[in-house]
């Protein structure tokens, strides 16, 4: 597909003249459809208008997009006559190596180049094999090679990182929650790698940002085909990874050009989760229970008894929103298991599955249960025994929480909207699509929000949850289980998720009852006063 070599233009030569001896390893990718180097290498791209580099990694976003910069990064093995031990090996040969892509050569490039083993030549055979073995991963950052933390770039490189000018533009995409640069880069999206001593397989640790603006695709690598063959005859089949490859055969005329072929996959599922109220939602045009069409900007899906929006007096607030499906961190072990199945290379990439283990990294991903709060202390947080908690910066869309102090409820606070969806989310930029990517726990998605109908009305002495008199509250806890209908969060794959919250208005009839006008039937007798 791509390319990949090295960035000196002597190395031309010296492949066509040493065609068997110093033969360098190239790479060649491919990464599926679907910003600067030091620390953060940037999320979404919520500004261009097409879907497939608005959001993630492609191929189009290494090359020259979004991701470019950053490329991708190797580790590489060198174990000599022995096989590459997954509890031993270091990372001698390449550590985080980055590679990125010359659009003025086609080419991906990176540098210090570095050669096969020369254990096979015309002349002379070696008794020994000199075996490597690599694994990588996309988007690469920048991190400190004793500690594998992200290199923390300057205030200038962070923002340019992120596509924004300075504090006051970065807090604006965050939808005004205060987080530092520091915690961005080193505390979300990909939080550490193995250090360059570590023995074992390599790990990309990683903490899911909730923030669609920031939030980082994360993609492994397995070979792209079945083409790699080594000089000692050794193959490697599509769909699995690069261990104990010895110096790889060239062409047909014996030129040392053969490259190593990597896929990327995208090792985590982007979510997409949207919110709306609706005001006494009638049965669906269609009639059919099974399909979720309501449109809100539609009135035939609107009730007529009542206002076909929530009126001025009422606002509805977001109190929590748990999740059960995905995991919020995790370690990705980019040695992912050969044992993909599949007669055919494409089947074979596309049954590759990565390998997610718990944030230590020492054994496997369990499931857990994530809630996002409003940001409140005030005791209204859908808990069982409703125990007040100290919370921390909301994660959730500030449109939909009760922002102003609570008790000093207002008219003007938005609450959820009733005519449009809008991003649970944070950080959307005011797009309702944009999507977050979170660990997929290999578990069907199960959803409880907890929301709040308050309606100002000063006539009442009913005390709200804050405990102050100015109008009623209805807490409502509404669990739905199995949302994709026993479908899996499952690697690459995109979900979206939208959530109704449903207002019927207590509405009345009137009816009078009329006055019996039936006559007795006997005449009441009177005294006679003659």
């Given at each position: 597909m791509f390319a990949a070599c090295s960035n000196t233009e002597e190395l031309g030569s010296l492949q066509t003249a040493q065609q068997d001896v110093n033969a360098p390893v190239n790479f060649s990718v491919y990464a599926p459809r679907t910003a600067t180097r030091a620390g953060l290498p940037g999320g979404s791209d919520l500004t261009a208008t097409d879907p497939a580099l608005k959001y993630g990694i492609n191929t189009a976003s290494l090359q020259s997009g979004r991701h470019a910069s950053a490329g991708f990064g190797v580790f590489g093995y060198y174990t000599s006559n022995s096989d590459y031990d997954t509890n031993n090996s270091t990372p001698n040969f390449m550590y985080n190596q980055q590679v990125v892509y010359d659009n003025t050569k086609s080419v991906w490039n990176y540098e210090p180049?570095?050669?096969?083993?020369?254990?096979?030549?015309?002349?002379?055979?070696?008794?020994?094999?000199?075996?490597?073995?690599?694994?990588?991963?996309?988007?690469?950052?920048?991190?400190?090679?004793?500690?594998?933390?992200?290199?923390?770039?300057?205030?200038?490189?962070f923002y340019t990182s992120v596509g924004v000018a300075d504090q006051t533009a970065w807090n604006a995409l965050c939808d005004g929650l205060v987080i530092e640069p520091k915690d961005q880069v080193q505390k979300l999206n990909i939080t550490q790698l193995t250090k360059n001593t570590a023995t074992g397989d390599p790990i990309v640790k990683y903490v899911v940002d909730t923030k669609p603006a920031t939030s980082v695709d994360l993609l492994w690598g397995?070979?792209?085909?079945?083409?790699?063959?080594?000089?000692?005859?050794?193959?490697?089949?599509?769909?699995?990874?690069?261990?104990?490859?010895?110096?790889?055969?060239?062409?047909t005329t014996g030129k040392m050009d053969k490259k190593l072929f990597w896929n990327f996959k995208h090792a985590l599922a982007r979510l997409n989760v949207q919110i709306v109220a609706a005001v006494d939602v009638v049965t669906d045009p269609d009639n059919d229970p099974t399909t979720d069409d309501y449109d809100p900007s539609k009135s035939d899906k609107i009730g007529t008894e009542a206002n076909t929006t929530v009126d001025d007096s009422t606002k509805v607030y977001v109190r929590s929103v748990k999740f059960g499906g995905f995991a919020l961190k995790g370690a990705l072990n980019l040695h992912?298991?050969?044992?993909?199945?599949?007669?055919?290379?494409?089947?074979?990439?596309?049954?590759?599955?990565?390998?997610?283990?718990?944030?230590?990294?020492?054994?496997?991903?369990?499931?857990?249960?994530?809630?996002?709060?409003?940001g409140l202390k005030d005791g209204k947080e859908g808990t069982a025994d409703n125990v007040q908690k100290n919370e921390g910066v909301s994660a959730l869309n500030p449109v939909l929480l009760e922002t102003t102090t609570p008790g000093i409820w207002s008219k003007k606070d938005a609450g959820v909207p009733t005519d449009a969806y809008v991003n649970l989310f944070a950080g959307a930029n005011n797009d309702p699509t944009a999507?977050?990517?979170?660990?997929?726990?290999?578990?069907?998605?199960?959803?409880?929000?907890?929301?709040?109908?308050?309606?100002?009305?000063?006539?009442?002495?009913?005390?709200?949850?804050?405990?102050?008199?100015?109008g009623n509250a209805v807490e409502n806890i509404i669990t739905k289980t199995d949302i994709f209908k026993g479908v899996k969060i499952m690697p690459g794959y995109a979900y979206t998720v939208k959530i109704i919250l449903g207002l019927e208005s207590v509405k009345f009839d009137v009816t009078v009852t009329p006055w019996d006008e039936t006559t007795p039937a006997a005449t009441p007798e009177l005294p006679n006063n003659i």
């Open positions: 180049v570095k050669y096969w083993p020369n254990e096979f030549g015309d002349a002379a055979v070696s008794d020994d094999l000199d075996k490597l073995t690599f694994f990588a991963y996309a988007p690469q950052i920048d991190a400190t090679i004793n500690t594998g933390v992200p290199v923390m770039p300057s205030d200038a490189d397995v070979a792209g085909n079945s083409e790699y063959e080594g000089m000692n005859g050794k193959t490697v089949k599509a769909g699995d990874c690069f261990i104990d490859l010895t110096k790889q055969k060239g062409n992912s298991d050969d044992v993909t199945a599949g007669a055919t290379d494409a089947e074979r990439v596309a049954n590759a599955q990565p390998k997610w283990m718990d944030y230590d990294g020492t054994k496997d991903l369990t499931f857990e249960e994530v809630t996002f709060l409003d999507p977050i990517y979170v660990i997929p726990a290999n578990e069907t998605m199960d959803i409880t929000i907890t929301y709040d109908v308050q309606t100002a009305d000063d006539k009442l002495a009913d005390l709200l949850s804050d405990g102050i008199s100015h």
